[in-house]
């Protein structure tokens, strides 16, 4: 058993988005995909940093979710700002139950245990949303309610915590979720959303009593980080 890690898939098998179009790293990434998630056994746990599928509902999005099915072993999903096939936790059980997909669960006001810790998380928030006014106040205190019903559900064990946005950046810190990071004790927080030359801006290891980690599929080279055996 191992508990794995990646976000930023942008699957495009049920939207044609695909991301050869950027080049660099991105080039041939499906192919890249495939043999990366080969690693993890059916007896494992990989945590989905968001920005899964391209898709804009959950029909257009069975290709990409018969992919992700494929992958061995128990998938914990977060949101991240590309996921509009996103609905509700109701509509996506039933949505696996018709269509097959076993092994798939929302990280979404709740926590998974996992080797005695609680993998904690939600979508986050970024500075490009206050830049530009896209969204409210509104939506921004909603994401810091359910990243507390986060963490407040898995009680005193031992936090583990992913985020699809990045709580700081060079030049950046989203203070409320850092002190509600501080205040429920998390020593570690994983997180994705920054690719290409963005990468160069992520802030890693430990800062301020809590280590980071960036998780992008490209900045992983499209293959899973191993967190936990």
Known sequence: MALYAIGDLHL????????DVFGGAWVGYMEKLRAGLGCIAPGD??????????????????????????????KILLKGNHDYWWSTAAKFRAFCESNGFTDMELLHNNHFVYGGFALCGTRGW??????????DGKVFRRELLRLEAS???????????FL????RYRGYRCTE??????????????YGHLHGGSIRMAE??????????L???????????????
């Open 45 to 74: 746990t990989t945590v989905l940093l968001g920005d899964l599928s391209w898709a804009l509902d959950l029909c257009s999005a069975r290709e990409d979710f018969a992919f992700l099915n494929a992958i061995p072993g128990r």
């Open 164 to 167: 699809h946005y990045p709580p």
């Open 151 to 161: 963490l407040r559900s898995a009680g005193q064990l031992p936090k583990l915590v």
């Open 177 to 190: 979720i850092l002190e509600l990071l501080h205040a429920y004790g998390v020593r570690t927080c994983y």
């Open 215 to 229: 998780l992008s599929a490209d900045k992983l080279n499209f293959r899973p980080v191993k967190i936990l055996d």
């Open 126 to 135: 970024f500075y490009e949303e206050e830049k530009s006014g896209e969204h």
């Open 12 to 19: 495009c098998l049920g939207a044609p988005k695909p991301m």
């Open 204 to 213: 890693e290891g430990m800062l301020d009593g809590i280590e980071y980690h």
